[in-house]
């Protein structure tokens, strides 16, 4: 059978023919045999004309291990597996001798003889090698001169032509020469409707590759940010930070508050004040809000005069439903005696440090004041500093 198949240029046939012979057992143990069987199943494969089959063959041939035992014939498989082009020079000067002659530990195949067969088998080879290159310019290229495709196969302008011509009317390619300006083109016309698929197919990837990027991006600005924060509070641990102080009057001046903010009404007396610094949390400003002593009264306790007030400012809010704003207010306490609490509350600041103020308006006051000494014992550079800044000559107003 094998035989008759490389009488008729059957030669995927007679590959798998040696393949079977390959695979049965009694050559598998004889390792000559073996290596001989496998030389042939490569070459025939290689002399194979291309398509799906012959394509899965390979790749699948290319993980046996055995191809090590025979390393020029695994190379010429990873040539046509490879989706470069083929030199047919680089095949003279590396392969012609070994798969032609006998070598004192590799005994040659009869595929490529100086018989008159052996003769039109290594012609098909070199074929092969144009169609493999022919391939891959297809896959690569949309158009290219006549005259530089011949250059890149070794071949004529003349022969180029036949070889692509050939392939066309096999379908294994879509290629159109145009003489008249010595070009070939190898895209396809599509419909507009496969135009659309593929724009479509094209516009998800696209987004995709910006999805991850985007996402990628935001991880590093994350894992920077981790850093930078972890840097900033190891250097605020070894500052001595300025600690919030209550005088005698501080909880006098939160009363006054409160009576202004209630336009000295009489019910005003009955928020009662209380300030102790013992009371903050780790350094963290802390209120609490209870019934007062006297009958109708509220206890605001706090560890400084700006938790106290906001323990009023939290009162007026969420008990009194009452609001105090920069451009009014709206007050909702009536009568003689304040709103009681059901369940004391108590609230600690989220944040160890707080500043008060607009960074736009820092040209009210800061200015004239030297706030970038702190921020640079804390690690800012000057550069920052100054960008954030705004100076005397460009004030807010």
């Known amino acids: 059978m094998i035989e008759m198949d490389l009488h008729d240029k059957n030669y995927f046939d007679a590959c798998q023919h040696y393949k079977h012979y ?85 005994p040659v195949t009869n595929v490529f003889t100086n018989t ?27 158009r290219a001169r006549t005259q530089k495709m011949a250059e890149l196969l070794d071949l004529t302008k003349d022969e180029a032509e036949q070889f692509l011509s050939n392939l066309v009317s096999t379908k294994t390619i879509s290629a159109k020469i145009d003489r008249l300006q010595d070009i070939v083109t190898f895209q396809q016309k599509k419909s507009p409707q496969e135009i659309l698929n593929d724009w479509s197919v094209n516009l998800n990837s696209l ?15 994350t894992v920077h940010a981790l850093y930078y924060f972890e840097g900033c509070n190891a250097i605020a641990n070894t500052i001595q930070w300025p600690k919030p102080i209550a005088s005698s009057s501080t909880a006098q001046a939160i009363s006054d508050l409160i009576s202004r903010v209630l336009d000295g009404v009489p019910i005003a007396r009955l928020f009662q004040v209380s300030i102790n ?23 605001i306790s706090a560890s400084s005069g700006v938790a106290a007030a906001w323990g009023f400012n939290y009162y007026l809010k969420y008990v009194a439903d009452s609001s105090f704003y920069w451009s009014g207010k709206n007050i909702r306490l009536t009568g003689s005696s304040l709103i009681p609490i059901s369940t004391p509350i108590r609230i600690v600041v989220n944040d160890l440090y707080r500043w008060y103020g607009n960074p736009c308006t820092f040209s009210y006051s800061a200015v004239f004041l030297e706030f970038f000494k702190v921020f640079l014992r804390m690690g800012f550079p000057q550069s920052e500093l100054d960008e954030y800044f705004t100076g005397p000559a460009f004030l807010a107003w």
């Open 116 to 142: 008159d067969d052996g003769k039109k088998r290594w012609k098909d080879f070199k074929v092969r090698v144009v169609e493999h290159n022919m391939r891959i310019m297809a896959k690569y290229y949309t």
């Open 277 to 299: 610094t013992n009371l903050a949390v780790n350094g963290k400003d802390i209120f609490e809000l209870s019934n007062g002593s006297m009958s109708g009264s509220i206890l």
């Open 207 to 221: 987004m995709t590759i910006i999805n991850k990027t985007c996402h990628l991006i935001n991880k590093e600005k």
């Open 22 to 106: 390959y695979d049965t057992p009694r050559i598998k143990q004889d390792e000559e045999k073996m290596k001989q069987s496998l030389k042939y199943v490569v070459l025939y494969l290689a002399l194979s004309p291309y398509n799906n089959e012959q394509s899965d063959f390979l790749h699948r041939l290319f993980l046996d291990k055995n191809l090590e035992q025979i390393p020029k014939y695994k190379d010429v498989l990873q040539r046509f597996k490879t989706q470069e082009l083929i030199h047919w020079k680089d095949i003279l000067k590396n392969f012609k001798y070994e798969l032609k002659n006998d070598t004192k530990d590799d």
